[in-house]
């Protein structure tokens, strides 16, 4: 089955810093993924669309400039919460497109 | 626009209940139906789809028919275990491309 995996799993940084997360299908060529944000006990709320080669495109209410999101080929595509603060800690999910979306494991955001 | 909802939770359940989860959709055209899980510290799982009417999706136990008259895709399964404690999330894809509309999630806890 298509896997998508992502690192780091879990990450603690100091305010003020940047956080780069990676995403990876490892075993499929996606051309779309997205990345989600999701809060405690919450559903997952959509950030962002990354097709690859291209500018992503984000959803309303996501800052562009804090969530840099980088899709250089088509099984790597890289978040970076940029100048993290302490409300950006949150749960991100990535997942990679073919016909449907395959889910990473998540990656667990801790800003001190 | 499309939209998904679901029975607020907590849903908590002793072993070997029956479990339903009711999920209701509001889409254009014929869309896909997802059931994901999740388990606590983790990211979505796919459960199981349909896509097209009276289509039933299973697996593990789990099944949900789509039904097109009520606009439902109701999780069901008969004999429900403490490992099937997670998060349930109902979604749906429009009949092109592979955007998802996720609805609120329902936790599901079991008890022995």
């Known amino acids: 089955g298509a896997v998508v995996s992502q690192h780091p799993s879990w990450v603690i940084c100091k305010s003020g810093t940047s956080v780069k997360i990676e995403c990876r299908s490892l075993d499929f060529q996606a051309t779309t993924m997205f990345w989600y944000r999701q809060f405690p006990k919450q559903s997952l709320m959509l950030m962002a669309t990354s097709n690859e080669g291209s500018k992503a495109t984000y959803e309303q209410g996501v800052e562009k400039d804090k969530f840099l999101i980088n899709h250089a080929s088509l099984t790597l595509s890289t978040l970076t919460v940029t100048s993290a603060h302490p409300e950006d800690s949150s749960f991100y999910i990535c997942?990679?497109?073919?016909?449907?979306?395959?889910f990473g494991p998540g990656t667990r955001l801790t800003v001190l | 626009g499309d939209s998904v909802t679901q029975m607020e939770g907590p849903v908590t359940l002793s072993e070997e209940a029956f479990l339903t989860i009711n999920c209701t959709y509001t889409?254009?055209?014929?869309?896909?139906l997802f059931w994901y899980v999740q388990y606590p510290g983790e990211g979505l799982q796919l459960l199981l789809k349909a896509t097209k009417a009276d289509d039933k999706g299973s697996n593990k136990g789990f099944e949900a028919t789509y039904r097109k008259e009520t606009t439902s895709f109701h999780l069901e399964k008969g004999s429900v275990q403490v490992s099937d404690s997670a998060v349930y999330f109902c979604?749906?894809?429009?009949?092109?491309?592979?955007?998802?509309?996720f609805g609120g999630g329902t936790r599901l806890m079991v008890k022995p």
């Open positions: 979604a749906l894809s429009p009949n092109a491309g592979n955007m998802l509309t």
């Open positions: 997942s990679a497109a073919q016909d449907e979306q395959f």
């Open positions: 889409a254009t055209g014929y869309p896909s």
